[in-house]
């Protein structure tokens, strides 16, 4: 699913003109480790990752993975977001998790279930700096590159996960997160057993009682596959929220939408919806109201059948 973002998309054309080869020795110190990004192809362990220059910004980096626009990263400022959905993620943390309570005891418990090159973690350790954070990537390789190309924090408060989603998730201890974001696609779109009920109650089990679920979800005009993550999500969590621009919520064109759940009531003052109409994009906020008035009778996506061994 293509991501919005808040200039004209790059080209296909590589920056520097770097050969998959080239960029493979360029981009590597004596050490044998990434030294910073090069763009060019790259084989993961999933296919191929492009990275590629922003050609409006010298400090801005586009990650495709099998030619599908993943990521977006300004080297001199992890605040900007330049994917839209990300911006309104970002917003719905700030408005639940305010900066300012950073730190010490309250410090914050991220997981992010899809990497990508990190941008969410980026925008959150700059946002939240005393933030321990958990990327889940299920490409190892890619997570090496990301990491080599664009200096991310150290663990303790950051740390890279390879595995498989579903699989990590169900491993984790209660009540250990306060924000999930779950930002996993193979290709346009998130794989089915990670919007299950039975997933969503996981994601809501490692949920401190507070902790706020976020999802992006990729879907065609028809809305079929939102409406229905509206109902999962809405079936697990008491509060619910959709942040999306209007020709998505009218169902006129592909896109990205932002679903969010808790156990707690899910903030959106004013500051925040003035942030949602003020970027490239600007984006409408629904409470928990409208998002289950949205899913309406939606079916509730439930787990496949266990296989029954032959």
């Given at each position: 699913?293509?991501?919005?973002?808040?200039?004209?998309?790059?080209?296909?054309?590589?920056?520097g003109?770097?050969?998959?080869?080239?960029?493979?020795?360029?981009?590597?110190?004596?050490?044998?480790?990434?030294?910073?990004?090069?763009?060019?192809?790259?084989?993961?362990?999933?296919?191929?990752?492009?990275?590629?220059?922003?050609?409006?910004?010298?400090?801005?980096?586009?990650?495709?993975?099998?030619?599908?626009?993943?990521?977006?990263?300004?080297?001199?400022?992890?605040?900007?977001?330049?994917?839209e959905?990300?911006?309104?993620?970002?917003?719905?943390?700030?408005?639940?998790?305010?900066?300012?309570?950073?730190?010490?005891?309250?410090?914050l418990?991220?997981?992010?279930?899809?990497?990508?090159?990190?941008?969410?973690?980026?925008?959150?350790?700059?946002?939240?700096?005393?933030?321990?954070?958990?990327?889940?990537?299920?490409?190892?390789?890619?997570?090496e590159?990301?990491?080599?190309?664009?200096?991310?924090?150290?663990?303790?408060?950051?740390?890279?996960?390879?595995g498989?989603?579903?699989?990590?998730?169900?491993?984790?201890?209660?009540?250990?997160?306060?924000?999930?974001?779950?930002?996993?696609?193979?290709?346009?779109?998130?794989?089915?057993?990670?919007?299950?009920?039975?997933?969503?109650?996981?994601?809501?089990?490692?949920l401190?009682?507070?902790?706020?679920?976020?999802?992006?979800?990729?879907?065609?005009?028809?809305?079929?596959?939102?409406?229905?993550?509206?109902?999962?999500?809405?079936?697990?969590?008491?509060?619910?929220?959709?942040?999306a621009?209007?020709?998505?919520?009218?169902?006129?064109?592909?896109?990205?939408?932002?679903?969010?759940?808790?156990?707690?009531?899910i903030?959106?003052?004013?500051?925040?919806?003035?942030?949602?109409?003020?970027?490239?994009?600007?984006?409408?906020?629904?409470?928990?109201?409208?998002?289950?008035?949205?899913?309406?009778?939606?079916?509730?996506?439930?787990?496949?059948?266990?296989?029954?061994?032959?």
């Amino acid at each position: 699913m293509a991501r919005s973002r808040s200039r004209p998309a790059a080209s296909g054309k590589r920056a520097g003109g770097a050969t998959a080869a080239g960029s493979a020795a360029a981009g590597r110190g004596p050490s044998g480790a990434a030294a910073g990004p090069v763009a060019g192809d790259y084989p993961i362990d999933t296919g191929t990752a492009t990275l590629e220059r922003d050609p409006y910004d010298d400090d801005g980096w586009i990650l495709k993975v099998n030619g599908v626009p993943s990521s977006h990263v300004d080297l001199a400022d992890p605040l900007r977001l330049d994917f839209e959905y990300m911006r309104w993620m970002a917003a719905l943390a700030t408005a639940r998790f305010p900066p300012e309570h950073d730190g010490g005891a309250s410090r914050l418990r991220v997981l992010h279930l899809g990497g990508g090159a990190c941008s969410m973690a980026r925008w959150a350790a700059a946002t939240y700096p005393e933030a321990r954070q958990v990327v889940v990537e299920l490409d190892g390789r890619l997570a090496e590159l990301v990491r080599g190309w664009f200096d991310l924090p150290r663990a303790p408060l950051l740390r890279l996960r390879a595995g498989e989603a579903g699989q990590v998730l169900r491993s984790l201890t209660d009540g250990t997160r306060d924000l999930l974001i779950r930002d996993v696609f193979a290709g346009d779109k998130t794989p089915a057993d990670l919007t299950t009920l039975g997933f969503t109650r996981q994601a809501a089990r490692v949920l401190a009682d507070d902790g706020l679920y976020v999802v992006n979800c990729g879907d065609t005009p028809k809305l079929e596959t939102a409406r229905r993550e509206a109902a999962t999500i809405g079936t697990v969590f008491e509060h619910t929220a959709i942040v999306a621009d209007p020709a998505m919520l009218k169902g006129r064109r592909y896109g990205n939408m932002v679903i969010a759940g808790s156990n707690a009531p899910i903030p959106a003052g004013p500051a925040m919806l003035r942030e949602l109409l003020g970027g490239a994009v600007p984006a409408q906020h629904w409470d928990n109201a409208r998002v289950r008035s949205f899913a309406g009778t939606a079916a509730v996506i439930e787990d496949a059948p266990p296989v029954q061994p032959a």
